[in-house]
């Protein structure tokens, strides 16, 4: 009987400690329950930054990309724009050259005519020497005035050239401008 007065006991034991701890056991599956809940809501949060951040990582790689093009836009163009200046100076150059040897030029036929009013073997020496050194200084102004037309095309060209990289860099930068804008609209 001692075995059984025991045994209902045992038993009487367990069902009260079972009572007891019941309401615990239910009260961490609940917490456990919730913070499974969060857990997993967290985990959706963490993707979503993820994705955002890869979306931004993309965008930032797009816009680094356009800025160095940009970049290299405005250098050729800084390039070209000196250029262009170099070769107005040359121009100018070449026109006060010109000008010079047009005054040389006039100057012996100035003297020429001086020549010719003096003595006649004089001056049909110096006639053989001025007629070199006019056709010298002619041959000297074509030669010029063929560089001076070439760099008036050239420079032309040029100038052309800087009007259209400035047409393509306002049209670049217009298209980067919409492009940004679609950019922070998709990051949004």
């Given at each position: 009987m001692l075995t059984l007065n025991k045994l209902e006991k045992l038993m009487e034991l367990e069902a009260k400690l079972r009572d007891e701890y019941t309401e615990q056991l239910e009260g961490k599956d609940r917490q456990i329950a919730e913070l499974t809940g969060q857990r997993d809501s967290l985990n959706t949060r963490v993707d979503e930054l993820q994705a955002t951040i890869n979306t931004q990582l993309e965008t930032i790689a797009n816009l680094s990309g356009k800025a160095t093009d940009t970049k290299a836009v405005e250098n050729r163009n800084r390039e070209?724009?000196?250029?262009?200046?170099?070769?107005?100076?040359?121009?100018a150059s070449v026109k006060a050259r010109l000008k010079t040897l047009q005054k040389d030029l006039a100057a012996e036929r100035a003297e020429l005519a001086t020549l010719k009013k003096f003595d006649p073997e004089r001056l049909r020496k110096n006639l053989d020497a001025n007629k070199k050194k006019l056709a010298e200084k002619t041959k000297a102004a074509e030669t010029l005035q063929k560089s001076y037309n070439q760099s008036k095309a050239e420079n032309a060209r040029l100038e052309q050239r800087v009007k259209e990289l400035e047409a393509e860099q306002a049209g670049?930068?217009?298209?980067?401008?919409?492009?940004?804008?679609?950019?922070?609209?998709?990051?949004?």
């Open positions: 070209l724009h000196n250029r262009a200046e170099n070769m107005k100076e040359e121009v670049a930068e217009s298209d980067g401008d919409s492009q940004e804008d679609t950019g922070s609209q998709a990051a949004a």
